[in-house]
T-cell receptor, first 114, second 112 residues
Framework: ETGVTQSPTHLIKTRGQQVTLRCSSQ?????VSWYQQALGQGPQFIFQ???????GRGNFPPRFSGLQFPNYSSELNVNALELDDSALYLC?????????????FGEGSWLTVV | QKEVEQDPGPLSVPEGAIVSLNCTYS??????FMWYRQYSRKGPELLMY????GNKEDGRFTAQVDKSSKYISLFIRDSQPSDSATYLC????????????FGRGTSLIVHP
């Protein structure tokens, strides 16, 4: 158990719809990152939040957006869903600072877009 | 060319074998190196991390980093069927915001 919890675990959406995925970080971790993992691929970095501010973004379009709350939990929002958005979405938390390399993942949210 | 290259396998070995999993990389700025294990339809689990070159051992697992060759390895001794999973390497640049770059993962199958 990493202490990182994600919801929902599975969901099916229709192309064009919007989705919100949620993440609770491990206690004491102020940095949260989101990743997209397509089948047979490694996780691809979407963005990172540190103390409620976006702290880095990968090569994803603006329809991927996020939030971090004062308790360091986080949301990933995806608008105008496309079929290629079907993937496992992973949230990861880390303590930040010099220990930022210890990154712990949740179990992920499986998104299927039909 | 991707920054981190990893053979997807699958790698199939008999129980008890020594397994060698490898990644190569192109960016010399990588300083932190990690191995994650991912069971089917689950999130990645951090196995080991090392800083810069050298070896690190934890039970049946040994991580090895050769920065001069831009090559990292994970060795698993006395492999068990429960080790069957996908193994992801990941690397972080120094001085950055600790955002890892992942390989695509190697699928390992340990058969009884």
């Amino acid at each position: 158990e990493t202490g990182v919890t994600q919801s929902p675990t599975h969901l099916i959406k229709t192309r064009g719809q919007q989705v919100t995925l949620r993440c609770s970080s491990q206690s004491g971790h102020n940095t949260v990152s989101w990743y997209q993992q397509a089948l047979g691929q490694g996780p691809q970095f979407i963005f990172q939040y540190y103390r409620e501010e976006e702290n880095g973004r990968g090569n994803f379009p603006p329809r991927f957006s996020g939030l971090q709350f004062p308790n360091y939990s986080s949301e990933l929002n995806v608008n105008a869903l496309e079929l290629d958005d079907s993937a496992l979405y992973l949230c990861a938390s880390s303590p930040g600072g010099q220990s930022g390399n210890t990154i712990y993942f949740g179990e992920g949210s499986w998104l299927t877009v039909v | 060319q991707k920054e981190v290259e990893q053979d997807p396998g699958p790698l199939s070995v008999p129980e008890g074998a020594i397994v060698s999993l490898n990644c190569t990389y192109s960016n010399s700025a990588f300083q932190y190196f990690m191995w994650y294990r991912q069971y089917s339809r689950k999130g990645p689990e951090l196995l080991m991390y090392t800083y810069s070159s050298g070896n690190k051992e934890d039970g049946r697992f040994t991580a090895q980093v050769d920065k001069s060759s831009k090559y990292i390895s994970l060795f698993i001794r006395d492999s068990q069927p429960s080790d069957s999973a996908t193994y992801l390497c990941a690397m972080i640049r120094s001085g950055g915001s600790y955002i890892p770059t992942f390989g695509r993962g190697t699928s390992l199958i340990v058969h009884p």
